[in-house]
């Protein structure tokens, strides 16, 4: 056992995730490993974003329109492509796990241990339905060194909130696909977090901020902001086209 693994399983224990479902968002800089097993050691199943954004094609593709081959596009989705670099070693780690299930949205894709129901859940037309299901059994959303811009449940909460959602379009080894629901820009989404510091459980290991936070909670304090103010959580960018589109609507 190393020392980050003892960290991070004492950190989670004070984060109240025993016996708690979780979908977690993973910085880079932590220890892949000690917190693939921490999760194992706490949780009672947890999921976690495989998304894999080089399979959506362009913003302004339509199959009516656009005549272009899409395989110079886009990357075609199948099962075992691997998640964005972005996500750090986390998201790869869980999704080779021998235990491990993943979703098959050709972008969103979610993979998890301990949580076939809330992965099998998630279709085209819902792929926000493992967030829903996360909330229904009173799950928590856990950001790992980062901040409410990677928070992808926020997404959900613009949804059950009334704002406006996107179709986009994704290659996958059976052709192109429509991904209705798709969800809009989230560099906006720091502005929730004073809205939600009283349900927000924090520690610190290793010098990396953990935040916990109940997910239907969170859900419930978007929807509460956005119906307060219709603009709240958007950019400041006039060049951002999909918060732009949510203006303007």
């Given amino acids: 056992m190393t020392a980050s693994f003892l960290n991070l399983k004492s950190a989670l224990s004070d984060l ?6 979780v979908l977690v968002h993973a910085s880079p800089v932590l220890d892949a490993d000690a917190l693939l097993e921490s999760l194992l050691a706490t949780t009672s199943g947890f999921i976690t974003p ?15 329109h656009t005549k272009a081959e899409v395989s110079s596009l886009a990357k075609a989705f199948t099962p075992s492509t691997p998640a964005d670099e972005a996500f750090g070693d986390f998201a790869e780690r869980v999704r080779n796990h021998s235990k491990a299930k993943r979703s098959l949205h050709p972008v969103l894709s979610f993979a998890g241990i301990g949580t076939d129901a809330l992965i099998n859940s998630q279709t085209l037309p819902e792929p926000y339905a493992p967030i829903a299901a996360l909330a229904e059994e009173e799950g928590v959303i856990l950001l790992a060194g980062m901040d409410q811009r990677v928070n992808f449940s926020i997404h959900y909460g613009e949804k059950l909130a009334g704002r406006m959602q996107f179709i986009r379009w994704a290659l996958t080894e059976k052709g192109v ?19 939600i510091k009283p349900i927000t459980r924090q520690t610190e290991v ?8 109940p997910a239907k909670d969170l859900l419930r304090a978007v929807v509460n902001r956005i119906h307060e103010d219709a603009y709240t959580l958007l950019c400041g960018r006039p060049d951002c086209e999909r918060c732009e589109a949510v203006r303007w609507g």
Wanted: hydrophobic share 40%.
């Fill in 206 to 213: 290793d010098g990396v901020l953990l935040q916990a936070i």
């Fill in 16 to 21: 109240s995730l025993s016996k708690r479902r």
């Fill in 50 to 64: 495989t998304f894999t954004p080089k399979s959506l094609l362009p913003l302004d593709y339509h199959p009516v």
């Fill in 177 to 195: 696909v429509e991904c209705p629901y798709f969800p809009g820009d989230s560099e906006g989404f720091n502005a929730i977090a004073l809205t």
